[in-house]
């Protein structure tokens, strides 16, 4: 086991504070940093503007199949590319897509279609000579990486992450997507057993990412003991 790299899962609802928190600590201990959320963004923008819908399972199988995969790494940033681009914050981040996403990513043939390529991260991760991995989703501690180093639950209630949305300036529906995720049969949303539960409701950003520094460093420490 190679204790000089670590592997640290964060999942989350929306605006419960785990991209921000994810960036930080990519830059102070050199992780490569993954959101996988924007994977299945990207995939639903792909996808509608190919006028798939979320109910023809089959013709969105048929059309993943001649999507290709790649990642572009900027500074700690690992971005998903499809036939080689990638896409644009704003139409990863649009009203339609946050209205549509999760049924796309409800759909197994969507995460299966994910599945290897997430984990190709780590990898990816090592090869480009950086000290770890830190994704953050919504089944990273529960599905793609269950052996992490470090498995991090962030939640904060409703009416907080809503706030934290419109502040943004996106309209997003944090609770219906909450309920979407959690409730599809395939790797659903929930804390991953033996997580450490980190509630950002009432705690700043820099509160919690000192919060999960501790708690990366006790593990480094642990790991390398």
């Known amino acids: 086991m190679d204790t000089n790299f670590m592997i640290i899962a964060i999942d989350g609802g929306a605006a419960s504070g ?5 960036r930080q600590l990519a830059d102070a201990y050199n992780f490569m940093h993954v959101d996988t959320g924007t994977h299945y963004r990207a995939l639903t ?3 509608t503007e190919a006028r ?3 109910h023809d399972a089959p013709a969105v199988t048929d059309y993943l199949e001649t999507l290709p995969l790649g990642t572009h790494i900027h500074k700690q940033s690992a971005t998903i590319t499809l036939s080689g681009h990638c896409l644009e914050e704003s139409s990863l981040r649009s009203p339609e897509v946050n209205a549509t996403v999760s049924h796309f990513a409800a759909l197994p043939c969507v995460r299966t279609f994910l599945l290897n390529y997430q984990r190709s991260q780590a990898k990816l991760a090592r090869t480009n000579n950086f000290a770890g991995l830190i994704m953050e989703g919504r089944d990273i ?3 793609i990486f269950p052996d992490a180093d470090l498995r991090l639950f962030f939640f904060a209630d409703e009416k907080t992450r809503a706030e934290r949305r419109k502040r943004e300036g996106a309209e997003d529906f944090v609770g219906e997507r909450d309920k979407l995720d959690s409730t599809r049969k395939t790797a659903p949303f929930i804390c991953p057993e033996g ?3 980190v509630d950002t409701s009432s705690r700043t950003l ?5 919060y999960t520094s501790e708690l990366i460093d006790a593990q480094k ?4 003991s």
Not at 18 to 22: I, L, N, V, Y
Not at 206 to 210: F, G, L, N, R
């Open 206 to 210: 820099e509160e919690v990412v000192t």
């Open 45 to 47: 923008v792909a996808l």
């Open 221 to 224: 420490k642990a790991l390398q």
């Open 18 to 22: 785990k991209s921000s928190t994810a």
């Open 195 to 197: 997580a450490h539960k």
């Open 52 to 54: 798939l819908e979320p």
């Open 141 to 143: 501690g529960s599905i």
